[in-house]
């Protein structure tokens, strides 16, 4: 074999070597997940973010085929901290709600809505405005009318001081002219054990925590964000005047940064595969969830306009940090 014609074939192994190496390290890059994803819930465990995303997780796990570990990590500061600055690689995940745009609106945090990617919305629920049923309220205005004869007596059991449900209370009650004392939790959930055990007066919830209750007859329904199935003849803020979003949302969100084939991997996957899950929309029912998938722009175009919603509401309130 002649000098050229060895030259030629090794040279062509080089390129084959090199062009496999190419192969291996492409498929690396795009097999995703490879191993288990985070995901971080900045809520305690059993209010309606974390009820929610157990259910997707268990649906994920399998469509994935690998596990997602959920993980309560609070204070909500603390948690929605935690994803901001991790690894852009998709390991790191948050379920999340409107508190990580109420959050910047309200107090100095170590975020703001371009430090993360949304990646989807997963369901949308109703708020209900709740009283014990012992209460000797039977009507919202009954309790706007006791709040104003004793400003700053009556309290709200607050599911936390930057949570979206506490700042919907707040912007209502301004509304309504009255003054209550909150008494902020770390959690919807604990925030509900308070008002069951008439620690405090009134609370408003998403409806995993407030239509079982309502429906075993230990609460009162003075109010909803809008119609809900089974509720009839219920005011609804805005018929009785008061602006505002009386409802929230559920989504997965991703560190800035985190490539977009990763993020279309993760939506594309819970839109047509856990989506439709009878396992997922069972679980949903069981949670008394309503499933609203949004994708990757569709959401982002929401939460940026719910954003400057928020900032608006709370500039009027004189509470948006400088």
Known sequence: MNYLKKTSIIMVGVI???????IQIVAAEEAYPVRPIKMIVPFAAGGDTDLGIRVWADSAEKALGQP????NKVPPPAGTTFVAVAKPDGYTLSANAPYYLVGPNMAKVEWDIDSFEPICRLTRAVFGLV?????????MDEF?????????????????????LTL?????????????KYVHHEGAAPAMTSLLGKHVDISMFFPELWIPQVK?????????????????????FEQLGYKGYYFGYNLILAPKGTPTRVIEKLSDVTENVIMKDPKYIQGLKNINATKAFAGPKETKEMVEEHYKIIAEVTDAMGIRPK
């Open 216 to 236: 075993s007859g230990k609460l009162r329904l003075l109010a909803l964000g809008a119609p809900v199935e089974g509720f009839p003849g219920i005011p609804i």
């Open 16 to 22: 084959l070597l090199i062009g496999s190496s190419s």
């Open 168 to 180: 919907s209370t707040k912007y209502w009650a301004m509304q309504a002219g009255i003054e209550l």
């Open 144 to 164: 706007i009318e006791d709040a104003k004869k004793n400003p700053g007596k009556l309290s709200d059991g607050s599911a936390g001081a930057l949570n979206y």
């Open 131 to 139: 009283v014990h049923a012992d209460s000797p309220w039977k009507t």
């Open 68 to 71: 997602v570990v959920v993980i």
